[in-house]
């Protein structure tokens, strides 16, 4: 039973609140590196800075807006942006930064993209160039309000349609993710009073904000996906201790409120919805061992039913189960053959029995696993190991078999999430009580730092998107 008390003590060493104030790397000395070689090259874009001759609001808040596009731009896995230079500063405030002789000018700096803005009032303009094609895309009159939490988000959606209108493909900058941050509550000192609450915030970090208030332990949160044709979520899964025992909550984004997913005893763990909606996985010991259960599904009605036992091996530790994009099969942890690995199974049909199951070994380089997480193209599954004196991320790929290290340098890194994109990550990075969360993403060796302040932030999971 030593890896379930390791696996009940992961849920609870955690993670306040988030913020922009720093996109640092942690390696060696304190740097994280990616060592996943780049899957393709970045294409240079030049971002001018913003015209505001006309502008409605401060020099400030409008240089805040370009960066946070500038962020968006050089983190979108596509673009990476050209420092800026007086001479391009010319050339992308031209009347006509399109006309032959100019496209001709970027053409020599080998620059592929030049996006330019202005802000007249209190709407800001956009202008995208192809380079090679000699084109220009805009986008008109995109409504400021001076509220800087409220204009990221307007920011956020230019970075995407910029992204769409460059790549035919949607962004990840619109998107947000949960996390959970650790602390002790008020000013007490007591080392044996710790809360954990469940935090929403920008895939970037930034416009924060608290959803659960339970005053306990919560952690693992996992979004419930959205109907079809939805572009946001309005509900998550999350376990929380307010009883003292591990339970599953249901609970809306709104406000937070949790409601008991099932009257099943004994500790439940680690739930994972299925994109489909229909079925919830997630560890129990209701039959005196952590295994893997079942659970039939309906987000406005909750648990349909009774769970099934889906997996269990004699003297063995289950965990953090998580389904395919297509919820026909399941990845999760096991220490069944010795140490814990990463296993795949399909989904038996109701009335299977157990003993017939054999799920295939997944993690064979690396033998103390943990925290698989599938990407949305189905194609490969991250996950955790130690590797040397640390825990790593590694990506094991399920078309070639293999399996890259991802990270390396000092620090816990763990539990990873995939961006709808099937090319970003977030992840926490830990040591001693000291935890916070990074963006990569697998076309740059960097990885970015996206939370600040006091807490242990741990457990992100990033919001599933239905139309990617």
Not at 272 to 291: E, M, Y
Not at 331 to 349: E, L, Q, T, W
Not at 405 to 411: A, D, E, M, S, W
Request: with cysteine; aromatic share 8%; charged share 20%.
């Amino acid at each position: 039973m030593r890896f379930f008390r390791w696996l009940v003590c992961a849920c609870t060493l955690f993670s306040v609140g988030l913020s922009a104030a720093g996109h640092r790397q942690q390696g060696d000395d304190g740097a994280i590196v990616v060592r996943l070689p780049t899957e393709s090259r970045l294409i240079p874009l030049y971002l001018a800075k913003f015209n505001r001759t006309e502008s409605s609001f401060e020099k400030k808040h409008v240089s805040r807006l370009m960066g946070v596009l500038d962020f968006d731009l050089a983190h979108n896995g596509m673009t990476k942006i050209v420092s800026r230079g007086k001479e391009m500063e010319m050339l992308a405030g031209s009347v006509t930064f399109d006309a032959p002789r100019n496209v001709e000018a970027w053409k020599t700096r080998n620059i592929y993209y030049v996006v330019r803005g202005s802000v007249k009032g209190k709407n800001l303009n956009i202008e995208v160039l192809a380079v090679n094609q000699g084109t220009v895309q805009a986008i008109n009159d995109i409504a400021l309000t001076g509220d800087l939490s409220q204009d990221r988000v307007t920011m956020h959606r230019v970075a995407d349609s910029i992204h769409y209108a460059l790549f035919k493909t949607p962004g990840i900058a619109s998107t947000k993710f949960l996390y959970t941050i650790k602390e002790r509550p008020g000013d007490s000192q007591d080392a044996t009073k710790w809360t954990s609450e469940v935090w929403e915030a920008d895939y970037d970090g930034n416009n924060t904000r608290q959803i659960t208030h339970d005053a306990c332990l919560c952690v693992t949160p996992t979004y419930i996906p959205p109907k079809k044709g939805v572009s946001s979520c309005g509900a998550l899964l999350y376990v929380s201790y307010k009883t003292g025992q591990p339970k599953i909550y249901m609970a809306s984004l709104r406000d937070g409120k949790g409601r008991r997913f099932s009257p099943l005893p004994g500790n439940q763990l680690m739930p994972s919805i299925s994109r489909q909606r229909d079925k919830v996985s997630f560890i129990s010991d209701v039959t005196s061992n952590p295994d893997v259960f079942l659970q039939p599904f309906n987000p406005e009605v909750g648990a349909l039913g009774k769970p099934r036992q889906i997996f269990t091996a004699r003297y063995a530790t289950q965990g953090s189960p998580v389904f395919s994009p297509d919820g026909k099969k399941v990845a999760f942890v096991s220490n069944k053959d010795g140490p814990p690995r990463i296993y795949i199974m399909d989904i038996p049909a109701p009335g299977a029995a157990t003993k017939s199951i054999r799920p295939q070994l997944l993690t064979k380089r690396n033998r103390e696993n943990s925290a698989p997480a599938w990407s949305p193209d189905g194609t490969k599954v991250a996950y955790c190991a130690k590797t040397g004196a640390w825990r790593q991320i590694w990506i094991a790929n399920l078309i070639t078999g293999e399996e890259r290290q991802l990270t390396q340098g000092n620090g816990n890194k763990e539990n990873p999430t995939w961006g709808p994109n099937s090319l970003h990550l977030i992840f926490n990075s830990a040591s001693e009580e000291v935890s916070d969360l990074y963006l990569i993403n697998l076309n740059q060796p960097e990885a970015v730092k996206i939370s600040g302040g006091k807490g242990e932030k741990r457990f992100p999971c990033w919001e599933p998107v239905t139309s990617m």
